[in-house]
T-cell receptor, first 116, second 114 residues
Framework: AQSVTQPDIHITVSEGASLELRCNYSYGATPYLFWYVQSPGQGLQLLLKYFSGDTLVQGIKGFEAEFKRSQSSFNLRKPSVHWSDAAEYFC??????????????FGKGTHLIIQP | NAGVTQTPKFQVLKTGQSMTLQCAQDMNHEYMSWYRQDPGMGLRLIHYSVGAGITDQGEVPNGYNVSRSTTEDFPLRLLSAAPSQTSVYFCASNLRSNSYNEQFFGPGTRLTVL
């Protein structure tokens, strides 16, 4: 079974500074990989996804993520954060073998705090 | 196109009460799932369905029942609520032919069991 680890429970970044959120996964083959964002009291919004091909994927709101097979990682980055980026971020993995039927496995989330 | 809708948004129950959380999608997605979200635990899969009449258990199915009589609806039933079921519940759906397995989430139902 697959698993996802987000090592950082909380991260504090100054507005305008760069951001990197870490995600490591465990899966026997190349998985589907996702980053979702959840603002307080809201549902989950997809930021970006990786399926195959170019290992650097671009998402919405200026986010990008890089898939590194050798490190089993899919870290999320943003060159300059805005106060509106304060939220909970979830990394998730989907098993290709299930054909998309059996849902996603989520990490426990990273809470991003933006300092003025 | 409303996407994935969930009702109610908030609910307070007493221990032992039963209720049904409603979920509907209008995107003609074959797959639907229920997750619960607890602080520090991320989202965990409760049950999922690959189509009308077919359901299966996820990671944390105990205390919950589901059925899928139509493609559009996937209700989650709590037969006898317990305080441990206090959580935020998310319904999601995805298209079978979408090889990305991208899931679309509803806005959630916040449930408190006293």
């Amino acid at each position: 079974a697959q698993s996802v680890t987000q090592p950082d429970i909380h991260i504090t970044v100054s507005e305008g500074a760069s951001l990197e959120l870490r995600c490591n996964y465990s899966y026997g083959a190349t998985p589907y990989l996702f980053w979702y964002v959840q603002s307080p009291g809201q549902g989950l919004q997809l930021l970006l996804k990786y399926f195959s091909g170019d290992t650097l994927v671009q998402g919405i709101k200026g986010f990008e993520a890089e898939f590194k097979r050798s490190q089993s990682s899919f870290n999320l980055r943003k060159p300059s954060v805005h106060w509106s980026d304060a939220a909970e971020y979830f990394c998730a993995v989907g098993a290709r073998s299930g054909g998309g039927a059996d849902g996603l496995t989520f990490g426990k989330g990273t809470h991003l705090i933006i300092q003025p | 196109n409303a996407g994935v809708t969930q009702t109610p948004k908030f609910q307070v129950l007493k221990t032992g009460q039963s209720m049904t959380l409603q979920c509907a999608q209008d995107m003609n997605h074959e797959y639907m799932s229920w997750y619960r979200q607890d602080p520090g635990m991320g989202l965990r899969l409760i049950h999922y369905s690959v189509g009308a009449g077919i359901t299966d258990q996820g990671e944390v199915p105990n205390g919950y029942n589901v059925s899928r009589s139509t493609t559009e609806d996937f209700p989650l039933r709590l037969l006898s609520a317990a305080p441990s079921q206090t959580s935020v519940y998310f319904c999601a759906s995805n298209l079978r032919s979408n090889s990305y397995n991208e899931q679309f989430f509803g806005p959630g139902t916040r449930l408190t069991v006293l």
